[in-house]
């Protein structure tokens, strides 16, 4: 079956240090989506990327779709304290079914 | 506005006793919706999901199962819970295919 693989697993930066978080798919994706999830909530929609290539910033966030279109990264720059959390990138196969399989995830500690 | 309820949002459970969660959104129609679960400090895990009316398809055979009795209801069962079952569940909805999904407060279930 299709995995999505998210590297590191943990992310402990000093508040202003840049963080990325790198995804992998065992198969090419339609979309990729990356979601972010605070401790003890529920993961929140960031953004979705469609094209191969594609890059989209929101604010500090930078996402990018590799070109194969099986693996993504998500780049923050300048790490605020908010930013703590859980990121997960989530793949959207090429196929007739309509779910969404979750990377597992990078949990990102921001030491003030 | 499209919302989404779930609930209880903590249970505890003897071993052995059955289970029901649900979950319901409202102002869509005819929505995508899924079972996650998600393991202390791990990634999400799709259990199931669905696309209509008593269609439901299931990702990890398990002693879990869901029924959708209604649009835009979707409830998680068990005859017989397991200590393997804790977790948080979280119930999720999408419009469709390659569109973003929105996650319920999710419950958090421990079987002791």
């Known amino acids: 079956g299709q995995q999505v693989m998210q590297i590191p697993q943990y992310q402990h930066v000093q508040e202003g240090e840049d963080f990325t978080t790198y995804c992998n798919s065992s198969t090419t994706l339609s979309n990729i989506q990356w979601y972010k999830q605070r401790p003890g909530g529920h993961p929140v929609f960031l953004i979705q990327?469609?094209?191969?290539?594609e890059v989209k910033k929101q604010k500090r966030l930078t996402f990018q779709f590799g070109e194969a279109k099986k693996n993504s990264s998500l780049h923050i720059t300048a790490t605020q304290t908010t930013d703590v959390g859980t990121y997960f990138c989530?793949?959207?196969?090429?196929?007739?079914?309509?779910?969404?399989?979750f990377g597992t995830g990078t949990k990102l500690q921001v030491i003030p | 506005s499209q919302t989404i309820h779930q609930w209880p949002a903590t249970l505890v459970q003897p071993v052995g006793s059955p289970l029901s969660l649900e979950c319901t959104v409202e102002g869509t129609s005819n929505p995508n919706l899924y079972w996650y679960r998600q393991a202390a400090g791990r990634g999400l895990q799709l259990l199931f999901y669905?696309?209509?009316?008593?269609?439901i398809s299931s990702e990890v055979p398990q002693n879990l199962s869901a029924s959708r009795p209604q649009d835009r209801q979707f409830i998680l069962s068990s005859k017989k819970l397991l200590l393997s079952d804790s977790g948080f569940y979280l119930c999720?909805?999408?419009?469709?295919?390659?569109?973003?999904?929105?996650f319920g407060q999710g419950t958090r279930l421990t079987v002791v």
């Open positions: 999720a909805w999408s419009t469709g295919k390659y569109t973003e999904a929105f």
């Open positions: 669905s696309v209509g009316i008593g269609q």
């Open positions: 989530a793949g959207i196969h090429s196929g007739g079914y309509q779910k969404v399989t």
């Open positions: 990327l469609v094209k191969s290539g």
